[in-house]
């Protein structure tokens, strides 16, 4: 009875299971990826995203004041303040004065310091140093901190990636620099392969079976084998290291895939509409622009999300035709390289900016994927 037509299978628990762990799969990292961009380098280094919500031990590193800052009381030189520079003074645990021992000490307690004198620390940061003779050494005495730190979430690290000219993770010249490249790659091979998919599809003309052989046949044509020919050919004509020549190479590797798609919709459109536009006067061209491109909106918004979210991400091609040693044309997936390269260590910056990268693709793919299941099927159903 399984096998009659409107009844359920018994295997839909297991379909639907399959479906929401390839959901939650894909969600995890881009979750984990948000959180931590607003989360601080201690946080980030102490634990995991998960737990961003809830208070954490964390190992604080921080300075008394300096020897400049010291007073005379009686026989005595003494300095006092908070080791705590901002307003959130979470309560101290341990402490300790040296990286070897760094819970040597509660609250409370005092420490013999190396140089002489006395450091003692209350729970709530407060610090006392005191000693016979005057201090002489310049930096104030690191002090290591354990305690319970409160979640902490910042908008530093957005501003420090996207409007902070200063420093080289400012990456709003890159996100500029990509749309340029994105959105001329991602329209030029929609017009192009709209045009010769409509061709393909429904105009005879000698050769037309070995043009779509030959389309199928560059989808399998891998990229790597064309970069060096067609950037020497680029470097020739003179649009080797500019725009021209990454969207001319974006728009020849997208193509096939496009008239593929493209063509394959437009074949499984009816017949009798096209055939009653020509009867009724109607030129090839009308027919194009005023029915088949309204009909295949589907299909030019499944290419479309395909080519955006390659053309955003990609490293590769805009590596090689995009040769600028001023930082004029570079663009996102290349200054995360560079941060990468140069502040590794700064993990919250890493993914703030990663985060900043993907914004873009997921509001392009929400936005439009209700049409990629449509256009993805295209042609396979009569």
Same mark, same amino acid.
């Given at each position: 009875?399984?096998?009659?037509?409107?009844?359920?299978?018994?295997?839909?628990?297991?379909?639907?299971?399959?479906?929401?762990?390839?959901?939650?799969?894909?969600?995890?990292?881009?979750?984990?990826?948000?959180?931590?961009?607003?989360?601080? =380098?201690?946080?980030? #280094? !102490?634990?995991?995203?998960?737990?961003? %919500?809830?208070?954490?031990?964390?190992?604080?590193?921080?300075?008394?004041?300096?020897?400049?800052?010291?007073?005379? $009381?009686?026989?005595?030189?003494?300095?006092?303040?908070?080791?705590?520079?901002?307003?959130?003074?979470?309560?101290?645990?341990?402490?300790?004065?040296?990286?070897?021992?760094?819970?040597? *000490?509660? &609250?409370?307690?005092?420490?013999?310091?190396?140089?002489?004198?006395?450091?003692?620390?209350?729970?709530?940061?407060?610090?006392?140093?005191?000693?016979?003779?005057?201090? @002489?050494?310049?930096?104030?005495?690191?002090?290591?901190?354990?305690?319970?730190?409160?979640?902490?979430?910042?908008?530093?690290?957005?501003?420090?990636?996207?409007?902070? &000219?200063?420093?080289?993770?400012?990456?709003?010249? =890159?996100?500029?620099?990509?749309? !340029?490249?994105?959105?001329?790659?991602?329209?030029?091979?929609?017009?192009?392969?709209?045009? #010769?998919?409509?061709?393909?599809?429904?105009?005879?003309?000698?050769?037309?079976?070995?043009?779509?052989?030959?389309?199928?046949?560059?989808?399998?044509?891998?990229?790597?084998?064309?970069?060096?020919?067609?950037? /020497?050919?680029?470097? @020739?004509?003179?649009?080797? /290291?500019?725009?021209?020549?990454?969207?001319?190479?974006? !728009?020849? *590797?997208?193509?096939?895939?496009?008239?593929?798609?493209?063509?394959?919709?437009?074949?499984?459109? &009816?017949? @009798?509409?096209?055939?009653?536009?020509?009867?009724?006067?109607? !030129?090839?061209?009308?027919?194009?622009?005023?029915?088949?491109?309204?009909?295949? *909106?589907?299909?030019?918004?499944?290419?479309?999300?395909?080519?955006?979210?390659?053309?955003?991400?990609?490293? %590769?091609?805009?590596?090689?035709? %995009?040769?600028?040693?001023?930082?004029?044309?570079? $663009?996102?997936? /290349?200054?995360? $390289?560079?941060?990468?390269?140069?502040?590794?260590?700064?993990?919250?910056?890493?993914?703030?900016? =990663?985060? $900043?990268?993907?914004?873009? &693709?997921?509001?392009? *793919?929400?936005?439009?994927?209700?049409?990629?299941?449509?256009?993805?099927?295209?042609?396979?159903?009569?």
């Amino acid at each position: 009875m399984n096998n009659i037509a409107g009844t359920k299978s018994s295997l839909t628990w297991a379909v639907h299971i399959s479906v929401a762990v390839l959901v939650i799969a894909w969600l995890l990292p881009t979750v984990g990826l948000f959180v931590s961009s607003f989360r601080t =380098a201690d946080q980030i #280094a !102490t634990s995991g995203w998960w737990k961003a %919500l809830f208070s954490q031990e964390q190992t604080l590193s921080l300075r008394a004041a300096p020897a400049e800052e010291q007073v005379q $009381v009686g026989n005595l030189y003494v300095i006092e303040g908070q080791i705590f520079e901002s307003e959130a003074r979470p309560e101290i645990q341990t402490w300790g004065i040296s990286s070897r021992a760094v819970d040597a *000490f509660i &609250p409370g307690d005092s420490a013999e310091l190396r140089g002489g004198g006395i450091f003692t620390l209350d729970v709530d940061g407060t610090y006392r140093i005191e000693n016979t003779e005057p201090f @002489d050494v310049s930096r104030g005495q690191r002090v290591f901190i354990t305690a319970e730190v409160p979640p902490e979430f910042t908008l530093n690290n957005y501003y420090t990636v996207v409007f902070d &000219p200063n420093n080289i993770e400012g990456m709003s010249k =890159a996100f500029i620099n990509t749309l !340029t490249v994105t959105i001329p790659a991602t329209i030029i091979p929609i017009l192009i392969a709209a045009f #010769a998919a409509y061709a393909l599809a429904w105009m005879e003309f000698p050769g037309r079976a070995l043009l779509i052989a030959a389309v199928v046949g560059l989808l399998v044509v891998p990229l790597q084998l064309a970069l060096i020919p067609l950037l /020497k050919f680029h470097n @020739d004509i003179g649009i080797g /290291k500019g725009y021209i020549g990454v969207w001319l190479a974006h !728009t020849g *590797f997208g193509m096939p895939m496009a008239i593929y798609l493209l063509r394959n919709y437009m074949v499984g459109l &009816p017949r @009798d509409i096209i055939e009653n536009a020509r009867v009724d006067g109607a !030129t090839e061209f009308q027919i194009f622009i005023k029915i088949i491109l309204p009909l295949s *909106f589907p299909a030019l918004a499944s290419f479309a999300i395909f080519q955006f979210l390659w053309t955003w991400n990609d490293l %590769l091609v805009s590596l090689v035709f %995009l040769i600028d040693s001023t930082g004029e044309t570079t $663009v996102m997936t /290349k200054q995360i $390289v560079e941060i990468l390269g140069t502040r590794g260590g700064n993990w919250e910056i890493l993914a703030t900016a =990663a985060f $900043v990268s993907i914004i873009v &693709p997921l509001i392009v *793919f929400f936005a439009m994927q209700k049409y990629l299941v449509r256009g993805m099927l295209a042609g396979s159903v009569k």
